[in-house]
């Protein structure tokens, strides 16, 4: 039996027929329209209310074929988006494949180079030997045609040849090694790095045109010194460590330092080398970047240095404490370390295998993966407000309260003052949480066998890090192989680290 419509139910199926926006404006803020109200408004919109009329008619003639015609039109633009970013993808890949093979036999072509070289320079003590007796012969000769008054003609050309043939060979020989000096040039970087009380930012938001001022300065600051050579460097075989300021850059500026400091995540994936930039935060207009690819490219660029310079940090404490453990007695200094170890991994009754076993790296491409998803490729409003890239819960430390939080729960999302405050939180929680004991327990099997430790080989183990379980690993591996983060995972830090202050 169907239900009879009242006048009021008519009149809000009208508007929806025609498509009233006014009125579907009032309904979607939860208000409650008249009868009266409703008419007025479609009057407005110049709509002929008709005395009796039958929504069904309506729903059968109109409503019906405009919502199948819509539907399709939908699954057309999706499948089109779909097969387009298909293809996007594969050309892509293709560029970045044909890029690495063409880098590659440059590569090769200049060690073969190399090798020819080195070969010739094991030639030129034989060599040498043998212009040695060549020259002294005819200097011989040419004594004794003086001696005796007969002149050779022949001998007089033989030894003009061979000083110009000799000549002509130490020329070679010094260019050589001028030319292989000047290609032993290295990156030379300075270091940005700012301290903002908290009392400055505060006096920012009450004014905002000196933020601005503050701003626009330091960004033309930074492309400045960017650009400048650092002459104060001693070693031509160190990159400075670049520490971004606390003062809101923004994406242009970020982007445009970049490209000054010769920062390609394609270079990254050949060379296997990332230079230790570090920013303290994200640029808070990243999501305004339209295109996808490059605001990835971008939060990449920002955590990776982050994450390889804590795995370098555990990596140097795991050798320092191979060294203490293969000694037969330790000193004051080396016990106190020791003491600090088992504290930071919360280790138990000085349980020195547990230790090796918490002490070890997180897989690259796993760090980044869950950073992307945990912070929305550094969008959400956790890692904007709060620096929280990886969305861990507290109880009674600082954090941020989520907005569709359930009532009966009390939890928020950690806060950090810097970036590498979260990873190096995140890299703690990991290797000391229980609920993680399966994650380094695979990952010390892989020690064990001297295997690689892998992002993909992981991400099962870290079931309990979401509520979806099983569903968010899998997350994990797509986000992995969609963005070849495994061409990260052997990626280390740019030689050595040197600090340096600018005051701005």
């Keep these: 039996m169907k239900k009879k419509l009242t006048y009021r139910e008519k009149l809000l199926e009208l508007a929806k027929i025609y498509n009233v926006k006014e009125v579907q404006d009032y309904i979607g803020r939860r208000k409650n329209l008249t009868s009266g109200q ?9 709509i002929i209310i008709p005395k009796d009329f039958n929504t069904n008619f309506f729903k059968e003639n109109f409503t019906k074929p405009f919502t199948k015609v819509s539907r399709q039109i939908d699954d057309l633009k999706e499948n089109t988006s779909k097969s387009a970013n298909k293809f996007s993808r594969k050309i892509s890949y293709f560029k970045e494949d044909s890029s690495r ?72 020989i010094i260019s050589g090694v001028s030319q292989f000096n000047e290609l032993k040039k290295t990156d030379k970087i300075v ?3 700012e301290s903002t009380p908290k009392k400055n930012l505060d006096k920012r938001k009450e004014e905002p045109k000196t933020k601005k001022a503050e701003t626009k300065k330091l960004d033309q600051k930074v492309k400045k010194e960017a650009k400048k050579p650092n002459n104060k460097l001693k070693k031509k075989d160190k990159v400075s460590e670049i520490i971004l300021p606390d003062l809101n850059l923004k994406t242009e500026t970020v982007l445009n330092l970049f490209e000054d400091v010769n920062y390609d995540l394609k270079k990254v994936r050949y060379e296997k080398t990332v230079k230790p930039i570090y920013f303290t935060q994200f640029p808070k207009d990243l999501d ?13 660029k920002i955590v990776l240095p982050l994450v390889v310079a ?28 020791l003491r600090q170890k088992f504290l930071e991994y919360k280790v138990k009754g000085g349980n020195i295998e547990e230790l090796k076993t ?33 969305g861990q819960w507290t109880w009674n430390g600082k954090g941020i309260e989520p907005l569709m939080r359930d ?50 080989s992981l991400t099962k183990t870290l079931e309990n890090y979401a509520q979806t379980g099983s569903e968010y690993t899998k997350i994990l591996a797509q986000i992995i192989k969609q963005n070849r983060l495994m061409d990260f995972e052997p990626v280390r830090l740019a030689n050595s680290i040197q600090k340096q202050q600018l005051d701005l």
């Design 38 to 46: 409703i008419e007025l408004i479609l009057r407005k919109n110049k």
């Design 101 to 172: 093979s063409v880098y590659r036999f440059f590569i090769n072509l200049w060690r073969l180079l190399g090798r020819a070289g080195i070969n010739f320079l094991e030639v030129i003590p034989k060599l040498g030997n043998t212009i040695y007796g060549f020259i002294s012969k005819v200097l011989t000769d040419l004594f004794h045609g003086i001696y005796d008054q007969q002149i050779n003609k022949n001998k007089v050309n033989r030894t003009i040849i061979s000083f110009f043939i000799i000549v002509g060979i130490s020329a070679a």
């Design 191 to 193: 270091i940005v790095k």
């Design 288 to 300: 305004e970047i339209q295109n996808v690819q490059l605001k990835k490219e971008t939060f990449i």
């Design 310 to 337: 804590e795995n370098a940090k555990i990596l140097d404490d795991r050798l320092k404490l191979t060294n203490i453990l293969s000694r037969k007695s330790t000193t004051d200094s080396e016990k106190q370390w």
């Design 358 to 390: 918490r002490m070890d790296i997180i897989p690259v491409s796993i760090a980044l993966a869950q950073a992307a998803k945990e912070s929305g490729w550094g969008t959400s409003r956790f890692a904007l407000e709060g620096n929280a890239i990886f």
């Design 407 to 456: 009532k009966k729960k009390s939890h928020k999302i950690l806060k950090f003052p810097i970036l590498r405050a979260s990873v190096k939180a995140y890299k703690n929680n990991l290797n000391t949480h229980k609920s993680y004991k399966e994650f380094r327990d695979k990952r010390k099997e892989f020690r064990n066998k001297n295997k690689k430790i892998t992002g993909l």
